[in-house]
């Protein structure tokens, strides 16, 4: 099975824990300013960048949605009050981000419409062509095997139904490009060591977008694991890439 270079690209360099374990870890350490930092960092504009991409899903009305590393549950929480579905199910790796999570679903009253759970990308505990649609925002760069995870969503969708992926990507606009670069390499590590305590963290995100397969080569990837209609919508210069596909309903 295919290998790409982020697939490789660690939180903790000197551990000897497979990528997965390293990046749970790294979550469970930071949940508690998890949601403060993607606010702080990206000028609130990360709630905008989700719900185009939940807008994605609009035309297809899905009634039950899988979202992949669902963290705290923003997109699970944001897509049931955009489109509500009968039912969400968000997992993840991270046991701190989904306590944190289901906190959150108790507040604003959401625990019979949306559940979070335990679940790693790799091995979707569910039966094959369970989903109408199926999130995953700023997930897949912390897959250990991009392939294996895009193959088992494409498993679980049903038919006709749409993936929609959220996820970082680089600049190519000359001077927008080096402001960037520059908030990336040094900005971005140093607010993270900051607020959490845990530059790794923000390094790792950094070292991870830099790696990642993005625009058309991830849409190649993506069709690879067999998802057709597929496109990619670029937010904000490039920082962030919406890609979308489809399972065939001609199955």
């Known amino acids: 099975m295919a290998k790409f270079a982020h697939d490789e690209i660690v939180p903790y360099q000197q551990s000897d824990l497979e990528k997965k374990e390293q990046v749970a870890n790294m979550f469970n350490s930071i949940a508690y300013r998890y949601d ?9 504009i990360d709630i905008q960048w989700r719900k185009k991409a939940i807008r994605q899903l609009e035309n297809l009305q899905p009634k ?29 790796i991270s046991e701190g981000m989904l306590d944190l999570g289901k906190k ?15 679940g790693d990308s790799e091995v979707i505990l569910f039966e094959d062509n369970q989903f109408d649609a199926i999130t995953v925002a700023f997930g897949v760069r912390n897959f250990q095997n991009l392939v294996k995870g895009l193959q088992e969503m494409y498993r679980v969708l049903k038919p006709g139904g749409k993936l929609v992926v959220l996820e970082f990507s680089k600049p190519t606009q000359i001077g ?18 900051l607020f959490s305590k845990n530059r790794e963290a923000y390094q790792y995100l950094n070292d991870s977008v830099q790696a990642f397969p993005e625009g058309p080569a991830f849409i190649n990837i993506m069709k690879e694991a067999g998802f057709t ?23």
Request: with cysteine; glycine share 8%; proline share 2%.
């Open 176 to 193: 927008f490009k080096q402001i960037y670069k520059f908030y990336m390499n040094v900005a971005a590590p140093a607010f993270g060591k």
């Open 104 to 118: 959150k679903l108790e507040k604003l009253n959401l625990t019979q419409h949306i559940s979070l759970q335990t």
């Open 64 to 92: 039950k949605i899988l979202d992949v590393a669902t963290g705290t549950g923003d997109v699970a929480i944001l897509t049931y009050q955009m489109l509500k579905p009968e039912q969400i199910i968000g997992i993840d």
């Open 229 to 251: 209609e597929t496109y990619l919508k670029r937010l904000s210069f490039g920082i962030c890439t919406i890609y979308c596909g489809t399972k065939s309903a001609l199955l």
């Open 36 to 44: 403060f930092l993607n606010r702080f960092l990206s000028v609130g």
